[in-house]
């Protein structure tokens, strides 16, 4: 039985691997060392006319926030180079702290030992530590993100309003850091409706929202700056990004498949009706056909894409040169779905979790979608805000077994992208 003294030692041990990677440059994610240039460059463009720039950003031309390019620029300006990424990667270390604080009130870690190691698979994700190290603006969303989660929570078990207005605070700003999070405001308005209905507190909730999102209201509808994130948005059709964030979703819930089955494998009655339904196989085939004649990722190019679309995709098409085992992983990444999202779900809280499942499919309506959008931030949702019993249950009754599964699966994926940035 661990203790205190040994968590103590494991996340100093991971703490020190991440300064080993900050030394070492690390991006095992691909890309992120591309995107920092990139970001060095815009920053280099916009710095010595920050107001002018700021007023015009199309001219900029950039898809990310002007915001986190302010963050940016400040963090380089005040502190160099080696210190901005320094400050910026203990920053992102909130979101395994967050993890832990957010998890303590859900389920009291000291009935629960096992669930204190849970935040340490962050440390082994390749785009949680290629973003820490290079000022990546998803990543930094991410941990405002979980920050708003936690006053959500806080919220919960004291019904304080400044809680709600923490919540609120750290949500806008992950949303002026990376727009697509607002979207996450919906999740939120829905919960505290359901929690409070059309109460005192849930009308301060709708103000402390106006009052935040004024300034981006002003600046891309009345100052009409707007083409800077307005030409990046649908450059594939809906089904082929709901398929890629469908196989990516499907991707991160392996663990929980797994240790759901091994739990009722005995039950060979209750494990059936789980794992078969013939109106979701129905519905499965008829999505799987469909992937032969509309998906289409190249964008209108001749090329196959294989810089972004998820790990089932760029198996598919480095393996075997089509799209074929992309669209039955997708399609089996669908049936899955369907069948949790329908048997593990109470009403109301499938309507709140059917909301995250769409914010999920939403943030990549750019029509690039890249595996690191969802990682780490499909943890910080499945962990934290999901209500399926199907992912709860996991949470809520893990045995250190149950940790080791989760870590040694993202170990994997770390190996993986290891093997895929040094060899391919």
């Known amino acids: 039985m661990l203790n205190n003294r040994n968590f103590f030692y494991i996340y100093l041990f991971l703490y020190f691997s991440l300064l080993v990677g900050f030394y070492l440059n690390e991006d095992f994610a691909g890309g992120a060392l591309m995107d920092y240039m990139h970001h060095t460059e815009k920053m280099n463009i916009m710095q010595n006319e920050i107001i002018d720039k700021f007023l015009n950003y199309n001219e900029v031309e950039t898809p990310h926030s002007p915001v986190y390019l302010l963050y940016f620029i400040f963090l380089n300006n005040m502190f160099g180079i080696y210190g901005a990424k320094l400050i910026n990667m203990h920053f992102i270390l909130f979101i395994p702290f967050f993890i832990y604080l957010t998890l303590n009130l859900k389920f009291d870690l000291k009935k629960n030992s096992s669930l204190i190691l849970l935040p340490a698979i962050f440390f082994i994700s390749p785009y949680f530590r290629a973003g820490a190290f290079t000022i990546d603006d998803n990543i930094l969303a991410v941990t405002l993100l979980t920050i708003s989660i936690y006053f959500f929570f806080r919220y919960e078990k004291s019904n304080e309003l400044k809680f709600i207005f923490f919540n609120t605070l750290f949500l806008s700003l992950a949303a002026y850091i990376r727009p697509i999070f607002c979207l996450f405001g919906f999740y939120f308005f829905i919960s505290f409706y359901f929690k409070l209905g059309l109460n005192k507190n849930f009308f301060y909730y709708m103000f402390f929202n106006i009052i935040l999102s004024i300034p981006a209201f002003y600046y891309t509808i009345i100052l009409d700056v707007n083409d800077w994130f307005q030409n ?166 893990m045995k250190f077994i149950s940790f080791m599964f989760f870590f040694l699966f993202y170990l994997s994926f770390f190996i993986l992208s290891i093997i895929k940035e040094v060899y391919l």
């Open 232 to 397: 990046y948005y649908s450059r594939v059709n809906i089904l082929t990004c709901v398929s890629i964030i469908i196989s990516i979703i499907f991707f991160y819930s392996l663990p929980f498949l797994f240790l759901n089955i091994s739990r009722i494998q005995k039950n060979k009655i209750k494990l059936k009706l789980f794992l078969f339904d013939k109106k979701v196989l129905l519905l499965s085939l008829i999505f799987f056909f469909s992937l032969f004649f509309l998906f289409d990722y190249s964008g209108g190019s001749s090329r196959l894409i294989t810089y972004s679309g998820g790990i089932f995709y760029k198996f598919s098409i480095l393996l075997f040169k089509n799209n074929y085992f992309f669209y039955l992983t997708s399609a089996i990444g669908f049936y899955f779905i369907f069948i949790t999202f329908t048997k593990f779900s109470q009403k109301k809280d499938l309507i709140l979790d059917v909301t995250l499942l769409l914010i999920l499919i939403f943030m990549g309506i750019h029509g690039r979608i890249y595996h690191e959008i969802y990682d780490p931030l499909f943890y910080v949702l499945f962990f934290l805000l999901i209500k399926n019993n199907f992912y709860k249950s996991v949470i809520q009754n």
